[in-house]
């Protein structure tokens, strides 16, 4: 697998985008936040949840705008990197972040759901930079756990 270094720390870039991470969420059944084998972390999905409060529950398109759902992605991108960063130790040790899938609770035929993850998306490649493109899936779906209006999962290559 090919990797590229990123320049520079990634804990550094957190802080100079005036970005802190929310304490790893608890998980509500039986799964672990994060999975590590060999140089990939597979990192379990997480909602928009913050310190144990969910930020925004509901439906996209319903309770939610477009730029509700980009915040609410943005926070569970926050999330997976909490949970990268306990998997690592720290955030320097990631060469790059190979997918993220996303999941929007939306209301049927909303058409934006590729535009909602894109808070996800974003987010890592402002922390990443080049190293944070990724592949990516993103869905609509009927409900999520705790009613949460986003959930992204994430694989991340760590050296």
């Given at each position: 697998?090919?990797?590229?270094?990123?320049?520079?720390?990634?804990?550094?870039?957190?802080?100079d985008l005036g970005l802190t991470l929310p304490?790893?969420?608890?998980?509500i059944a039986h799964f672990v936040p994060h999975r590590r084998h060999g140089d990939l972390v597979f990192l379990a999905g997480q909602?928009?949840?913050?310190?144990g409060e969910v930020l925004y529950r509901g439906k996209i398109g319903v309770e939610h705008d477009l730029d509700a759902g980009i915040a609410a992605a943005r926070i569970c991108a926050l999330n997976l990197l909490a949970a990268l960063k306990q998997a690592c130790g720290t955030l320097d040790r990631v060469s790059g972040c190979l997918r993220l899938g996303g999941f929007v609770n939306a209301v049927p035929g909303y058409?934006?759901?590729?535009?909602?993850?894109?808070?996800?998306?974003?987010l890592i490649r402002s922390v990443f930079g080049a190293c944070g493109e990724h592949?990516?899936?993103?869905?609509?779906?009927?409900?999520?756990?705790?009613?949460?209006a986003v959930e992204v999962d994430a694989i991340f290559a760590v050296s």
């Open positions: 697998m090919e990797t590229t270094r990123l320049s520079g720390s990634v804990e550094q870039r957190l802080r304490s790893v969420p608890t998980p909602i928009c949840e913050w310190n058409e934006q759901v590729p535009q909602v993850i894109n808070g996800a998306s974003d592949a990516r899936t993103a869905v609509g779906v009927a409900t999520l756990p705790r009613c949460a």
